[in-house]
């Protein structure tokens, strides 16, 4: 897992039942083609089965 302390500005997201990895990208960067930031931010490898509710996500280089 990579450590919060490799990113000097991020947010943490908690999964929410139903949402997607594309989702998430979407919200935070305007593009769901950037969910492969969150991605490798996060180690997951497959996101249809390593996402979950209640998953706590680092979301990388966010500037609000």
Same mark, same amino acid.
């Given at each position: 897992?990579?450590?919060?302390?490799? +990113?000097?500005? +991020? =947010?943490?997201?908690? /999964?929410? @039942?139903? @949402?997607?990895?594309?989702?998430?990208? *979407?919200? +935070?960067?305007? $593009?769901?083609? *950037?969910?492969? /930031?969150?991605? $490798?931010?996060?180690?997951?490898?497959?996101? *249809? @089965? $390593? =996402?979950?509710? $209640?998953? @706590?996500?680092?979301?990388?280089? +966010?500037?609000?």
């Amino acid at each position: 897992t990579c450590s919060r302390n490799s +990113y000097h500005n +991020y =947010l943490i997201h908690t /999964v929410l @039942e139903g @949402e997607t990895i594309q989702n998430i990208a *979407f919200k +935070y960067y305007g $593009d769901s083609g *950037f969910w492969g /930031v969150i991605a $490798d931010a996060n180690d997951i490898l497959n996101p *249809f @089965e $390593d =996402l979950h509710a $209640d998953m @706590e996500l680092i979301i990388p280089n +966010y500037g609000g």
